[in-house]
């Protein structure tokens, strides 16, 4: 993760767990944004861990002007996931690969579930929003970052203030997340294909938008993708839930982010 003194834009990428540290390097972090600006000024990179009952911070390592080329790199260069599926498809499937899909997938539904209560998800993640470094006009990296600007912010809340975002509203737009990214085309591409109008949909008629979308291509699907995505939708059309609510985070963890690494580990056998 990245962050600059005095703040500007500000970029993480989320990545597949790498093995853990030392314990004996370990550190609590109570506040993230604090911990990322100061390591944007010593010049180190964080590695930090989601353990079962707090963020740690696994490794504290100087990275000198490699960093900052890598973090101006991916700020000046950055390419969203609704403008890569804009490609000629050829070149998109090579790209995304099904083995990428399901890492990409995973990462997006893990790390939602990391910031659902911090800035990082003032607003759902989309295809807009959803982001990738493209370097030198080369294919995209296909390690998926968000971006805050946190100027925007200062003074109006603490740096780890809640977001205020419903729950519903987040899994429902990760289901179409994970829709558009196995089918390598945005809703709204769907959409045109169909003769849905989407983006005047509020926030119902996008989810029967999204429900019909899975409905139709289902089968082109792996079940445990698949199970993930139903799992969004019955979650939205449940009762309402609260982020902090330790059983619906368990609910979460068992029906979406465990079918998506089941289909993680079938590529690496």
């Known amino acids: 993760m ?10 993480i990428r989320f990545n597949l767990p790498t093995p853990p540290a030392s314990s004996s390097c370990r550190q ?22 989601l353990g079962a009952s707090a963020l740690t911070m696994a490794t504290h390592e100087p990275a000198g002007a490699r960093m900052t080329a890598s973090f101006d790199t991916i700020t000046a ?8 599926l804009s490609h000629d498809p050829r070149q ?19 790390s939602i579930l990391q910031f659902q209560q911090t800035h990082w998800l003032s607003s759902p ?14 294919k995209p990296t296909l390690s998926a970052f968000i971006e805050q600007d946190l100027d925007t912010r200062r003074g109006l809340a603490p740096p780890m203030a809640p977001s205020g975002l419903e729950p519903q509203m987040a899994i429902l737009e990760l289901s179409i997340l994970l829709l558009e990214i196995w089918h390598r085309r945005t809703i709204e591409t769907w ?5 849905t109008e989407v983006k005047t949909l509020g926030t119902d008629n996008r989810r029967i938008a999204a429900i019909r979308w899975l409905q139709e291509t289902y089968e082109e699907l792996p079940l445990d993708y698949l199970d993930a995505i139903e799992k969004c939708f019955a979650i939205c059309s449940g009762r309402l839930r609260c982020w902090d609510d330790e059983k619906f985070q368990q ?5 979406i982010i465990i079918p998506l690494l089941r289909g993680c580990e079938a590529w690496t056998r």
């Not at 609590?28 to 930090?48: D, F, M, R, T």
């Not at 993640?125 to 080369?138: C, E, N, P, Y």
């Not at 959409?191 to 003769?195: D, K, V």
Request: proline share 4%; glycine share 4%.
């Open 92 to 110: 998109v499937s090579e790209w995304l690969t099904p083995r990428r899909q399901t890492i990409l997938a995973l990462e997006v539904a893990s």
């Open 125 to 138: 993640w989309s295809s807009q929003t959803i982001r990738f470094a493209v370097l030198h006009g080369k």
């Open 251 to 255: 609910h979460y963890c068992e029906n």
């Open 77 to 84: 260069a950055a390419t969203t996931l609704e403008t890569l």
């Open 28 to 49: 609590k972090v109570n506040n993230l944004c604090h911990i990322a600006k100061e390591a944007w000024k010593k010049g180190e990179l964080l590695q930090l861990e």
């Open 191 to 195: 959409a045109l294909e169909t003769g």
């Open 2 to 11: 990245s962050a600059t003194a005095p703040l500007r834009p500000t970029a």
